[in-house]
């Protein structure tokens, strides 16, 4: 008996995209890419833009060669990054290219609404959210002030991911875990907040109907399914926050896990079953996003290896093999220079090497000079700042942490890894790396009735990919150098 199920998954990032199969089969899961490609931005007239029609073209491609191949596929889900949308005007048709969160049209919105709209204090206190200039409010209210056409014309607000669903299907939709990146939605009442789109001259009609990841969008419409040669596949919700669906495919046993997702940035946090919205996670700006099955990833962003990938561009006599680059900056002594990794100096520095220097000099600490000393710097630094958070994490969480998940590309990096259980005293597991994928894949999964909640999910992909597990050594001599990163960052002040 054939019990094989296959699932097409489409991930977003904001450089680049893909296509990939998931097929179910044996209580395992297996990914095959099918097409990957850039997602350019489109720069014009002083602003900054996604090409939607590329990335809807690009997810034709990929359902028109699995329907080459003969795959009869279960169903289809789109995942990409946050925050971003799309106008819809009254007669159906997409009001110009959507705006990317990098335009700089932004970049005094946040202030300018927070001083004359609605307090900093009050919007936290209905989101949860941390404050980010490119969240969806700001950028619409940015709109509204240089009265955008786009906006003043539209009939209906949809997010990346529920824009590309209606392009498949011809249905509107609001799924949970993309729209509470907004810095609009209540975690509370799951529903986006009355007050602050009215705020921006928005009602709740402008937005489709709130869904739940496994809920059903709609069936390929007949026009892609000419198009693509599949039959009516059905188009599902799933985590359409790429973080939202990372998380669902964390490979933890039981609740008492906090996770990584490591890459440019790092995202690190626990699972809850409710919002943790408090003076302490307002002070700490930590935010509370939507997971799947109601939960919420109450979660800290955190500067990642988007250090290290600086300098690696800037410089022009280090080795490009990672492995020994790595290697000789283990050769240097450890805890001799210390940087806070979320220092506004490193956001975007004309030349990152420069900042980390500068840093290390106005808080009188050795200045690193050469890759090796700059690399070891980075890592150890990350590791505290790791610490940090993850303490922030076991004072605000309601149950104890005994197991921190890093998931995404930085899994692999192992010395890394083990500065974090170092670090954190924490015992950490590094896998999956492809966890947005089968995050998304896994929901269609249960929606098709594959696998039966979140635990089995994450069971099924600990038995299908391989973990490695880091124990904690060191302890002593780490708490000593945290004792000087506090010192440091104290100084900095």
Known sequence: MENKKYFFAVDLGATSGRTILGTLDGGKIA??????????????????????????????????????????????????????????????????NPRAYRDPITFDAMDDYLKHVVSKKEVYDVTGIQFMNFNSIFQLYAMRREGNSALRNAAKVLFVPDALSWMLTGNEVCEYTIA?????????????????LQSLGLTRSKFGKMVQ?????????????????????????????????????VPAKDE????????????????????IISDLSYERNFTNEGGIEGTTRFLKNICGMWLLERCRKEWTDAPSDYGTLI????????FQSIINPDDAMFANPANMQQAIR?????TNQHVPEGYAELTRCIFDSLALRYKQVFGYLKEMAAFPIDTLHIIGGGSRNEQLNQFTANATGTTVKAGPTEGTALGNIMVQAKAAGAVSDIWDMRRIIANSIEMKTFEPQDNELWEQAYGKYLQIVESKK
């Open 180 to 196: 509470s990146t907004s810095q609009l939605l209540d975690p509370r009442t799951k529903q986006l907040d009355e007050r602050l």
């Open 256 to 275: 008492k896990f906090a996770y990584l997702s490591s890459g440019t940035w790092s995202l690190m946090g626990i699972e809850t079953k409710d919002a």
């Open 213 to 249: 990841p496994g809920e059903l969008i709609g069936c390929l419409s007949e026009e892609v399914r000419r198009m693509t040669g599949l039959p009516a596949v059905p188009v599902y919700a799933v985590a359409g926050h790429d973080t939202g669906s990372a998380v669902a495919a």
């Open 358 to 362: 500068d840093y290390c000099q106005q």
């Open 31 to 96: 990914l095959e890419e099918v097409t990957r490609f850039p997602n350019n931005l489109i720069e014009q007239g002083g602003h900054f833009y996604w090409d939607i029609y590329a990335l809807y073209f690009e997810i034709i491609r990929g359902l028109k060669t699995v329907a080459q191949k003969g795959v009869q596929i279960t169903s289809i889900g789109i995942d990409t990054w946050g925050v971003d949308f799309v106008f819809i005007g009254h007669d159906g048709a997409i009001l110009r």
């Open 327 to 334: 290697s000789e900056a283990m050769k240097v002594t450890a």
